[in-house]
C-alpha cells in the first residue's frame, strides 16, 4: 500500500508525531476497512489539507460548524482515492479554491485526535494524514456552509492562537520552516 510506504518515509517532528505515524502504521497493517467512515472502534484515516498563500504568510481556516473550533480543511477519504487527492478535494470542497496544489508532494504531518460523540457516531478517533497546499487565488474562497460558520485568512500568529492545541502548532511550525 503506497500511504504505508510513504508513512515510513516520513519524517516526523517530534515525539509525539513519532507516536502518531507508528499508530496509523498499526491501523493500516491490523484493520480489514482503516479508511472506513464507519469504523469507530479505534477510527479511521482521514486526511486534511494546511492552505497557504503563495508567500506562506497567511493560513486558511474554516469555523468548524460541528466542532466549533477553527481548523484546518479536511474530512474522510472516499473510494479509491488516495489521502492525498481526498486532502486536496476536501480542500477545494470546503475552500472554494479550485487551484489547490501541493507545496510538497509528500505527507507534511500525521496526528491522531478524538473525535466527540455526534450526528449518531460515537466517540472516536481520526488517523489524520496532513498535507500542503497553496493557492494563487487566495480571494476566490466560498464557504460550504454545511460544513464552516466561516473563512478567514490568518498570518500564521494569529492562526496559532486561534488553533491553539500542539499538533497544530507543531504544522505551523513546519509552514514557517518550510523551504
Known amino acids: 500500500m503506497k500511504l504505508i510506504d510513504d508513512l515510513r518515509r516520513h519524517e516526523p517532528a517530534d515525539a509525539l508525531e513519532v507516536r502518531h505515524v507508528a499508530e496509523t502504521l498499526d491501523l493500516l497493517t491490523r484493520s480489514a476497512r482503516p479508511f472506513a467512515r464507519d469504523q469507530f472502534d479505534p477510527g479511521h484515516v482521514t486526511a486534511s ?13 474554516h469555523h468548524h460548524q460541528r466542532l466549533d473550533r477553527w481548523l484546518q480543511m479536511g474530512g474522510h477519504v472516499e473510494g479509491e482515492e488516495s489521502t492525498a487527492e481526498a486532502a486536496l478535494r476536501e480542500g477545494a470542497e470546503e475552500s472554494g479554491l479550485r487551484d ?22 460515537p466517540a472516536h478517533r481520526h488517523f489524520d494524514v496532513r498535507y500542503l497546499a497553496r493557492t494563487s487565488t487566495p480571494f476566490s474562497i466560498a464557504i460550504a456552509r454545511t460544513e464552516s460558520n ?30
Open 49 to 61: 489539507c494546511f492552505i497557504v498563500d503563495e508567500q506562506r504568510a497567511t493560513l486558511l481556516l
Open 100 to 121: 489547490l496544489r501541493l507545496v510538497i508532494d509528500a505527507i507534511f504531518d500525521v496526528d491522531v485526535h478524538s473525535i466527540p460523540a455526534g450526528r449518531g457516531e
Open 150 to 179: 466561516d473563512l478567514a485568512w490568518l498570518p500564521l500568529d494569529l492562526a496559532e492562537a486561534l488553533m491553539g492545541e500542539e499538533a497544530s502548532l507543531r504544522v505551523i511550525r513546519k509552514i514557517r520552516s518550510c523551504p
